[in-house]
């Protein structure tokens, strides 16, 4: 059996300078607050901000973290781009500095082929030594990795799937395509509960950002099998999400919910924004009326 990843992986938020160079200190508090409570992380995915990143910004970014790790973490490192010789440039740095996984959405902007899609990750698999991700978020890149191409990246040596679909009848029918040994993690905390039933055992969830106890007190629930207390946290999970992204995204979400627990995590590269203190304000209200302790 290959060994697959497991629990709590979250996507890292980039934190950045207000002319938007990568905000060290900061990546360093945001590790300290949330290491206890996971164990993993996901670098330059889309909460990571790695499509707004340059080459030499997204290389940094892995070597900040990688040299502040206070425990010892999986890192998997996002090394999707638009073209497939930049991420090989950012897969071997990720493999130089001891990432344990890479992982990769299918080259966007173009909506290529199943045969184009194929050969990109062909390329990363023959480039580093270490397990090769897919990760489907057609949201963002414009396409989806369907089932039966899933199986095919199987067959030619991927090793698992981020799925960012927010679909469990997508990840069902993931996990009826690939082997038993492929890992399918899911990309997202808002499914934990009914993808941890049918048989996920890795999750990427932005929440765990700001608010990892909460999203590690839902994952404890699944693991004890407290089924009763496990569905009362995950629609509680549900409900902060829709009160973060009332921020006017996930991203700018994550820094306001940050500030509000005394975290400074800079700011969002543009042409992500942070709300104005309105709707902080509304923020904080409405999550101390879910009774979210800050």
Known sequence: MIKKLYGLIPPLITPFTKDGEIYEEAVQRILEFISDYIHGLFLCG????????????????????????????????????????????????????GADAVASVPPYYYKHKDNAVKEHFRQLLNAVNIPVYVYNNPKTVGYAIQPS???????????????????????????????????????????????????????????????????????????????????????????IREIAHSAGSSIAGVHVILKLRGIDAGYPKLPFTLPNEDKVKEIERRLSELGVKL
């Open 46 to 97: 889309s909460y990571g901000s790695g499509p707004l990143m340059t080459i030499e910004q997204r290389k940094k970014m892995v070597e900040v973290v990688v040299n502040n790790l206070a425990k010892d973490l999986k890192i998997v490192v996002h090394v999707g781009s638009t073209d497939t010789y930049t991420s090989i440039i950012l897969a071997k740095h990720a493999e130089d500095l």
């Open 149 to 239: 191409l899933l199986r095919e990246l199987e067959e030619i040596g991927v090793k698992g799937v981020k799925d960012s679909s927010f679909d469990i009848l997508n990840f069902m029918n993931y996990k009826r395509a690939c082997s038993e040994n492929f890992d399918i993690v899911v990309g997202t905390e808002a499914l934990m509960l009914p993808s941890y039933v049918m048989g996920a055992r890795a999750f990427i969830p932005g929440l765990a950002n700001y608010l990892p106890e909460i999203v590690k007190e839902l994952f404890d629930a699944c693991e004890k099998g407290d089924w009763n207390r496990a569905r009362e946290l995950q629609y509680k999970v549900l409900a």
